[in-house]
């Protein structure tokens, strides 16, 4: 089956500490993304990558890298910058056109204490 | 610019009666629209969107969205709620020309009582 996978589902780290969060898509999609969710907060882009080698910032990149090395892969580290990492993580993919949706990943939910 | 507004962070009903979930966008140009839904600790699904074909958008489990240009408004409809659809539901805009991307509500929350 096609789809988005993310690992793992919940993940415990201690305040300080860099992780890195996994994203895996077979949909051959070229676009890519990471968001943040928070209650009552919606989804708020992190960063998102249109192409192999290239990636942009959303809107709250800070305290975050991404890389995309190839194209079924786009992972996320929260680096010790980040003030308040502890939130829920979804990835997402897209075909890269105005009426493609994205399709989302189950998500990853990070604890830092 | 664009940005979408969620009228309601929380919105009961009762099984069986009319669902209505109000979502207002702002954009610049003419926009894409989406409805998404999420059930505790999961992804988002993709109800329906619209994409300038038809104002009237069906989508899936019995949802429908109306697009009006006038009230920029795109609320997500269902005639007879129930307890299965008890969720989190976002919308969003992106732009209908260039790249861009999705702007999502703040997301409201359905309660569906027996």
């Known amino acids: 089956d096609g789809g988005i996978t993310q690992s793992p589902k919940y993940l415990f780290r201690k305040e300080g500490q860099n992780v890195t969060l996994s994203c895996e898509q077979n949909?051959?999609?070229?676009?890519m993304y990471w968001y943040r969710q928070d209650p009552g907060q919606g989804l708020r882009l992190i960063y998102y990558?249109?192409?192999?080698?290239?990636?942009q910032k959303g809107d709250i990149a800070e305290g975050y890298s991404v890389s995309r090395e190839k194209k079924e892969s786009f992972p996320l580290t929260v680096t010790s910058a980040q003030k308040n990492p502890t939130a829920f993580y979804l990835c997402?993919?897209?075909?890269?056109?105005?009426?493609?949706?994205?399709?989302f990943g189950p998500g990853t939910r990070l604890t830092v204490t | 610019a664009q940005s979408v507004t969620q009228l309601g962070s929380h919105v009961s009903v009762s099984e069986g009666a009319l669902v209505l979930l109000r979502c207002n966008y702002s954009?610049?140009?003419?926009?894409?629209l989406f409805w998404y839904v999420q059930y505790p600790n999961q992804g988002l699904q993709l109800l329906l969107k619209?994409?300038?074909?038809?104002?009237l958008v069906k989508g899936i489990n019995g949802f429908e969205a109306e697009f009006k240009k006038s009230e920029t408004s795109f609320h997500l409809t269902k005639p007879s709620a129930h307890m299965s659809d008890a969720a989190e539901y976002f919308c969003?805009?992106?732009?209908?020309?260039?790249?861009?991307?999705?702007?999502f509500g703040k997301g409201t929350m359905l309660l569906v009582s027996p």
């Open positions: 997402a993919s897209s075909q890269d056109s105005g009426v493609d949706e994205q399709y």
């Open positions: 949909l051959n999609h070229d676009a």
């Open positions: 990558s249109q192409i192999v080698n290239d990636f």
């Open positions: 954009s610049s140009v003419p926009p894409y």
């Open positions: 619209y994409t300038s074909a038809a104002t």
């Open positions: 969003a805009v992106r732009a209908y020309s260039g790249y861009s991307t999705l702007t």
